[in-house]
C-alpha cells in the first residue's frame, strides 16, 4: 500500500517543488555553509535531508527528467535545448512523455509555475522572426500541464532584465528599475498559493529560481552581509564545509576531502584577492536573497493555514558552475547576455578583475576555484557525472506526516521525486495521453520514507551528458569523463571517487558497463558528439565552457 492509498481525494497534499539554479552541493546552511539560509534550515530541522539525491549534471536535462519522471533523453531532452533532429536531442519535452503537472492536473491538482522553464526549445533572440512561443518546438509551460506560469522560456539571463519573460501565454517586459526577477518568482509563487488556497481542490506549485545562476546580479544589501568573509580563500572554504557536513552526519567521516581542482591556484597565488572575496560574496547573496523569498513563500502556506498538509522540497538542478566568462568584454555577446538595465547604462560583460559584480550592467561568474569549495568535498562540476556534477543538496518537509527530522542516505534521482509527487496525489501514470504513446516511468516513489519506512531504489541510476556517462548500482558507481576510460568507486568506502578500482574489479567493470549499453540502447542516447539533420551537427567542443569567448 502506498502513502496516497489511504487517503480521500479531499485531503491529498499540497506539493511544492523548489528548484535552485546552478548551485552546489554544500551552499546552504545545512549542507555544511555558511551562507545564511535560515529558511531552508528550517525546512531542514523538521523534515528530511536526503544525503544522495542526484541530479542530471545540467539545467535542461535535469529539468526534463524532474518534470516527466523519465532519462531526458527518452523526454527529448538529452543535451540542451538545440534541435538535433533525432529523437533523444530535440531540445523540447516531446509528445511521447507526460509532465507531472499533466498527471496531477488530471487528478485535480490545480498546477502552478514560478520561473525558469528551459525546456521548451531554442530561441534565438537575435532572429526573433524564427520562432513564436508554443507553436512546434517550442512548448510553454501551459502548453504541458500548468494552469497558470509566469516566468522565462530560455535559460541564464539578467536578474534585472530578463528575455522571454511571461506571464501564462503574454509576454510581458520589466518596466520597473525595481524588477529583480529572483524577489518576483517568489512574489508570483505567493500570489498563486493566496488564490489556490481559496479553492477545494489542491494544488502543485513549481517554483524554479535563476539563482545562483550566472550573472552575479545581487542587490548591495546583501552583498554586504558577506563582503570580506571569503578572505580567508576556497581552500580554507572546501575544509570547513567538508568538516561541517561531517559533523552533521550528511556525509560519512570515512570519507576524505578530494584535493583542490589541478586548474585552481592556491589561495596564496590567487591574483586581487579582495576582487575575489567580492564574487564568492556576491554568489552567496544570490543565494540569500533566494532564501529570503522561499521564507516568504512558506509564511504564506502558513498565513493560508495550509502548512501542514503541504510537502516543500528543495533541490539543485547541477553542482557547482565552473564555467568561465571571458575577460574580453568588448566583444559582442550573444542577445541572450546583452540586456542592459532600463536606466540604459552601458554593459560591461565578463570576469575584469577589479569590477565590481552585483549591478545589472555587470555579467560576471564566480569562476572554477569557487565552484570547487560550492561542491565540497567532491571533484569536478556542472556538465559531468562525477559526484560535484551530479550532487544536490535536497530537502523534503512535511508537517502531518515527518514527525522528527532525519537524514536518508539512500541513493535517488529527479526521476524519484517526480514519481512520489504522483504517489502522494494519488494519481495514475498513463501509458497514452492525447492519442500518444507514453514511455513508462522511471521513477520509484520514495513515499514509505516521509513516514517513517524504508525505501530502497530497485533500478540503478544511469547517466549520460555530453559523452558523461555514469552507473549508481548500490554501492557501485562506474563513471567516465568523456572522452576518457571507466572509472570505477566503491560509493560506500568512497563516495569522494579518491580510489579507482577498475583494474581489479573487471568483472564488475564489464556487468555494470552492459547495464549502461542496455540503457543507452532503449533511451535515444548516441555517440558524443552528436549528428543530426543537415546542418545540425553540434557544434560544441567536448565540455567546452568559456562561455562568451
Not at 519535452?93 to 528551459?118: I, P
Not at 560519512?252 to 575575489?276: F, S, V
Request: net charge negative; glycine share 10%.
Amino acid at each position: 500500500m502506498t502513502v496516497a492509498d489511504d487517503r480521500t481525494k479531499d485531503n491529498r497534499p499540497n506539493i511544492v517543488i523548489i528548484l535552485a539554479d546552478d548551485m552546489g552541493f554544500s551552499d546552504i546552511g545545512c549542507f555544511g555553509s555558511e551562507i545564511a539560509t535560515p529558511n531552508l534550515d528550517k525546512l531542514a530541522g523538521s523534515g528530511l535531508r536526503f544525503s544522495q539525491m542526484y541530479n542530471y549534471a545540467r539545467c535542461c536535462p535535469s529539468r526534463a527528467s524532474l518534470m516527466t519522471g523519465i532519462s531526458p533523453h527518452r523526454a527529448g531532452v538529452g543535451h540542451m535545448v538545440k534541435d538535433l533532429h533525432v529523437p533523444g536531442y530535440r531540445g523540447f519535452l516531446n509528445e511521447n512523455c507526460v509532465t507531472v503537472a499533466e498527471v496531477l492536473r488530471d487528478a485535480g491538482y490545480q498546477t502552478l509555475m514560478s520561473g525558469k522553464w528551459h525546456v521548451g526549445g531554442e530561441y534565438d533572440l537575435q532572429n526573433p522572426d524564427s520562432w513564436t512561443a508554443g507553436d512546434e518546438g517550442h512548448p510553454t509551460p501551459t502548453q504541458r500541464g500548468f494552469d497558470q506560469h509566469f516566468g522565462t522560456l530560455i535559460g541564464a539571463g539578467s536578474f534585472f532584465h530578463p528575455l522571454t519573460l511571461f506571464e501564462n501565454d503574454h509576454h510581458i517586459t520589466p518596466d520597473s528599475p525595481d524588477f529583480f526577477y529572483t524577489d518576483a518568482i517568489a512574489d508570483k509563487a505567493i500570489e498563486m498559493v493566496d488564490n489556490a488556497s481559496k479553492k477545494d481542490e489542491p494544488f502543485f506549485l513549481y517554483a524554479a529560481f535563476t539563482a545562483p545562476h550566472w550573472p552575479l546580479h545581487a542587490y548591495e544589501e546583501d552583498i554586504a552581509k558577506y563582503e570580506g568573509k571569503y578572505r580567508r580563500g576556497w581552500d580554507e572554504l572546501r575544509t570547513s564545509r567538508h568538516e561541517e557536513l561531517r559533523d552533521s552526519g550528511v556525509l560519512d567521516t570515512r570519507w576524505d576531502i578530494t584535493p583542490r581542482d589541478e586548474t585552481a591556484p592556491a589561495w596564496k597565488d590567487a591574483n586581487n584577492a579582495d576582487w575575489e572575496d567580492l564574487r564568492m560574496a556576491t554568489y552567496a547573496a544570490q543565494i540569500d536573497r533566494m532564501d529570503q523569498g522561499i521564507g516568504r513563500i512558506i509564511d504564506s502556506l502558513e498565513k493560508n493555514q495550509i502548512r501542514d498538509n503541504t510537502v516543500v522540497m528543495f533541490l539543485s538542478d547541477n553542482g557547482g558552475c565552473a564555467e568561465f566568462l571571458a575577460e574580453d568584454s568588448d566583444k559582442p555577446q550573444p542577445a541572450q547576455f546583452n540586456t542592459p538595465p532600463i536606466d540604459g547604462s552601458t554593459m560591461r560583460f565578463g570576469n575584469v578583475s577589479g569590477l565590481r559584480p552585483g549591478p545589472g550592467n555587470t555579467f560576471m561568474s564566480y569562476d572554477l576555484p569557487w565552484a570547487n569549495a560550492s561542491n565540497a568535498p567532491f571533484r569536478l562540476y556542472k556538465h559531468w557525472v562525477h559526484e560535484g556534477g551530479i550532487s544536490t543538496p535536497f530537502i523534503i518537509s512535511w508537517p502531518t506526516k515527518i514527525k522528527e527530522s532525519g537524514i536518508s542516505h539512500s541513493p535517488a534521482q529527479l526521476m524519484d521525486i517526480t514519481a512520489t509527487c504522483i504517489d502522494l496525489a494519488g494519481a495514475s501514470y498513463p501509458s497514452e495521453f492525447r492519442g500518444n504513446e507514453i514511455a513508462p516511468l522511471e521513477g520509484e516513489s520514495f513515499a514509505p520514507l516521509l513516514t517513517g519506512g524504508t525505501w530502497q531504489r530497485e533500478q540503478p541510476i544511469i547517466w549520460e551528458h555530453e559523452g558523461n556517462r555514469a552507473v549508481r548500482a548500490g554501492e557501485w558507481k562506474l563513471v567516465s569523463r568523456f572522452p576518457g576510460e571507466w572509472e570505477l568507486y566503491n560509493m560506500t568506502e568512497d563516495r569522494t571517487e579518491l580510489h579507482n578500482l577498475a583494474d581489479g574489479e573487471v568483472d564488475r567493470v564489464g556487468s555494470l558497463a552492459k547495464e549502461y549499453g542496455r540503457w543507452a540502447e532503449t533511451s535515444n542516447v548516441l555517440s558524443w558528439p552528436v549528428s543530426g539533420g543537415p546542418g545540425t551537427r553540434s557544434t560544441l567542443a567536448p565540455n567546452a565552457h568559456r562561455v562568451g569567448s
